[in-house]
């Protein structure tokens, strides 16, 4: 064992390889030995024992982490792994889950004792691994040790008073602190560390362009004299090498729908960091935070959704329909032909269901599948989206489903002296409602890419106007099914009953709240 400890020393790729079983891809190596060269440095004002690896999606950076973590475990005597993610799922689920499978399958027995209801893995009493929730500062207080390891996954998403909480241990020893994350805030922790504070960390950044799939189009793809055509072209037509890497296909999607430039391809294909626009209306981070709340709540089983419901916190309503005792309100998009989609988002109290989507069709058909949909998730209340051809679905469906109202969001907005128009006020109403913290959103890459690609504007007299939708076509953004489906289903609409007495009042709350003008 004596022997296999000392390969971890001169090789740790070798150690993860050939006795935990797990094979890296070239990158995943490279990270290892780059984090590990700069940690164990003989010249003191080269060393690094702070690293953090930027990343795009799907570049197994979890996967990398997972079997890093362990190969300290078992490699530096005496070890302590504190283990932690911005939610209970990403620590639980992906890290923890990977970390699970790879000692099921470990080509040595490794020993020790992995608690089955919990995250730790423990060897000694003073010689173990835990996963510790972000949001318990103190829980990371008290655990020095001689060889201490902090791994941070999606570390964009914890608050610097984690960071802060985790300092202490730093303090003594040897440690190394190991933070990996998509660059999602152009602030935070992460950002500084690639940016300011390069002189204290060891920086890694993964561009999708690096891995298997896409390497061999990465010089062209970056030659300024390539087209826009040409580089769908090539991502489209990209050879998949690995399967569980970023693919061609998905990156010529994003590209497809929201331009090289947007957040989205930066981030989710470059590795790199919002541009941080000061017109963008919704930022990356928010919606980031927003979906990471409903993943953490959508794994419930029936048992943890009454506890949640008496508790009066959240839960997936529309799995346990008869725990909900608030009202489900709706938002229609309608498409009819073309390359659109038609959507369908429901919400209660801020917490949304899967969207639901239809392709382009007949209304007669549209308004069918509309009807049986509202009818399943219990919707009391949809607005639907009127201009065009959302016009006849809406006198159709009065007919077929209870709660129907049109919505124009081309009309005059509640309070007319701050928004030119309904649309501009509602999706104002939506950005600080992310702002604070509050919804749930659907866990969708096209919401995500359609929230952050939205800009405002001031007018002379200080109203705030949302582009319209041809504005964002201009910009080569054809699609908002999901964003507008979304936004509708929070909005308060004008002559709506429902809304003023008995709808969601916490966009009208966020508009109060952002503003000293009442309604």
């Known amino acids: 064992m004596l022997s296999v400890t000392w390969r971890w020393e001169v090789d740790p790729c070798w150690w993860i390889e050939n006795v935990l079983g797990v094979q890296l891809y070239a990158h995943q190596q490279d990270l290892i030995n780059r984090t590990l060269a700069m940690y164990r440095h003989q010249d003191p004002e080269l060393r690094r024992n702070q690293a953090c690896w930027c990343s795009c999606n799907s570049a197994a950076k979890t996967h990398t982490l997972a079997a890093f973590s362990i190969g300290w475990l078992y490699n530096e005597f005496n070890s302590k792994v504190l283990q932690t993610a911005p939610t209970a799922s990403q620590l639980t689920q992906v890290l923890w889950a990977e970390m699970r499978s790879m000692l099921a399958k470990a080509k040595l027995p490794l020993g ?51 960071f802060e909480a985790m300092a202490g241990n730093m303090a003594t020893g040897d440690p190394l602190m190991l933070v990996a994350s998509n660059g999602t805030r152009a602030t935070g922790k992460v950002h500084q560390a690639l940016h300011g504070g390069r002189a204290n960390w060891h920086t890694e950044r993964i561009d999708a362009f690096d891995l298997p799939n896409l390497a061999p189009l990465k010089q062209e793809f970056d030659d300024p004299k390539t087209s826009y055509e040409r580089k769908l072209q090539m991502l489209r037509t990209a050879p998949l090498v690995a399967e569980h890497l970023a693919n061609g296909r998905w990156a010529a999607g994003i590209l497809a729908e929201f331009g090289e430039e947007s957040d989205m391809f930066r981030v989710r294909v470059r590795g790199l960091f919002p541009k941080g626009d000061p017109n963008q209306l919704i930022t990356l981070g928010d919606v980031v935070d927003a979906r990471a709340r409903s993943r953490d709540i959508a794994h419930m089983n029936l048992s943890m959704a009454e506890l949640a419901a008496k508790q009066g916190k959240p839960f997936p309503w529309w799995r346990f329909r008869e725990l909900l005792a608030d009202k489900v309100f709706g938002g229609l998009d309608v498409a009819r032909f073309g390359d659109c989609s038609s959507v369908l988002a429901a919400q209660s109290q801020l917490i949304w269901a899967p969207l639901t989507t239809w392709p382009p069709q007949s209304t007669t058909q549209l308004q069918g599948f509309v009807a049986d949909e509202i009818e399943r998730l219990g919707i009391h209340q949809t607005n639907v989206d009127e201009p065009g051809v959302g016009g006849g679905p809406v006198d159709n469906l009065t007919w077929m489903a209870t709660g129907i109202v049109p919505f124009n969001g081309g009309k005059q ?19 600080q409602l992310l702002r604070q913290g509050r919804p749930y959103l ?22 705030k106007r949302v582009e319209t939708k041809d504005e964002m076509a201009g910009r080569g953004i054809h699609f908002m099914d999901e964003a507008d489906a979304v936004m509708m289903s929070s909005a308060q609409v004008p002559g709506a009953d429902a809304v003023r007495t008995g709808r969601n009042t916490l966009a009208s709350a966020a508009l109060m709240e952002d503003d000293e003008e009442k309604w």
């Open 112 to 162: 020790g004792d992995l608690l089955p209801k919990a995250n730790e893995l423990i060897i000694d009493s003073d010689w173990y691994m835990i996963g510790i929730n972000a949001a318990v500062y103190e829980a990371f207080q008290g655990r020095k040790s001689r060889r201490l390891l902090i791994v941070v996954d999606e570390g964009s998403g914890c608050k610097d008073q984690m």
């Open 413 to 431: 907005a509640w309070i007319p002296s701050r928004f030119p128009n309904l649309r501009s006020e509602q999706f104002w109403a939506l950005r």
């Open 442 to 463: 659907p866990d969708n890459d096209r919401l995500e890419g359609q929230l952050t690609a939205i800009r405002y504007s001031y007018l002379p007299k200080g109203e």
